[in-house]
């Protein structure tokens, strides 16, 4: 039998200004993580250096898609309503 437990990560509505922080603090974190697992493993830790560098590369990409978000036209002076949920499967 499958459990799930729902967690909300974040819900609310920000300015521009507050949602990319907000958001790119969240991927930096998690950049950070993986740049950890990455120096273990060139310290003889066993992983998948390509599987974790191709996740840290998805992370920055999405940064960059983000900051064009945010930085277009139309999302001045705007909040933002942001939505995030962690599901934790066992």
């Not at 459990?3 to 991927?27: C, P």
């Not at 003889?44 to 945010?70: F, N, T």
């Amino acid at each position: 039998m499958q459990h799930n437990n729902q967690f909300t990560l974040i819900q609310g509505k920000f300015t521009v200004e507050d949602a990319k922080s907000i958001l790119f603090n969240f991927y930096n974190t998690k950049i950070n993580f993986h740049n950890l697992q990455l120096i273990a493993i060139h310290e003889g830790k066993p992983g998948d250096a390509r599987e974790i560098e191709q996740k840290v590369s998805a992370l920055k990409q999405m940064k960059q898609e983000i900051s064009s978000l945010s930085s277009a036209p139309d999302f001045a002076n705007q909040l933002l309503e942001i939505e995030g949920h962690i599901t934790i499967k066992r």
